[in-house]
């Protein structure tokens, strides 16, 4: 099941399982990363959960359709798109991709904050009548903390987290999935 099914059966998960599920998130995208690949569409529908073995909730991120490299082949610029082409899903999408300026792979982290918040919340980070209201939304006005958004207890460093992951400049967010990782792994309830 992936998890935008997982949400819309249940609702919103509890910050213990939701860091569970994360941290598996940024194995997956450390991995990419070391292979020089931005994912560029991480969303609920591209996180897929599954049983391996007697393990649930094994997570397989999915979809590297969009992939991007974070160098060109001659290895001297990062992530360009084409002229007036968005690549990815509005609602999950950082604010460097939205303006359609270069990017890394805290693009990523940024889509990861966005998952983040829905799968605490069951909400999207921001809502327009529009595509570029939401585009507008992930490059201008800053998100409001998840714990204001649902009635589930989330600890205030999940919180803070998840709110450095929506940061619109780059270079405030965790600065690779590894970092994201770790730093999920220190709040109160993950688990090892």
Not at 102 to 119: E, N, S, V
């Amino acid at each position: 099941v992936d998890a935008a099914s997982l949400l819309q059966r249940f609702g919103p998960i509890p910050p213990e399982r939701a860091i569970y599920l994360l941290r598996q998130v940024c194995h997956s995208l450390s991995e990419a990363a070391s292979c020089g690949l931005v994912h560029r569409d991480i969303k609920p529908a591209n996180i897929f959960l599954c049983r391996y073995g007697e393990e649930y909730d094994f997570v397989k991120v999915l979809d590297f359709g969009i992939v991007g490299t974070v160098r060109d082949p001659a290895g001297t610029s990062p992530v360009h798109t084409r002229d007036n082409a968005v690549h990815g899903t509005p609602a999950f999408i950082a604010p460097e991709q939205a303006m359609g300026t270069d990017l890394d792979g805290r693009a990523d982290i940024y889509a990861t904050g966005c998952l983040a918040y829905w799968l605490l919340t069951g909400q999207l980070v921001f809502t327009a009548a529009t595509t570029m209201g939401l585009l507008r939304g992930h490059a201008q006005p800053p998100p409001t903390p998840p714990s204001t958004r649902t009635d589930l207890p989330i600890p205030k460093a999940l919180d803070d987290l998840v709110l450095s992951c929506l940061a619109k400049d780059p270079a405030n967010r965790p600065q690779s999935a590894r970092e994201l990782s770790l730093r999920l792994a220190q709040v109160e309830g993950a688990s090892a």
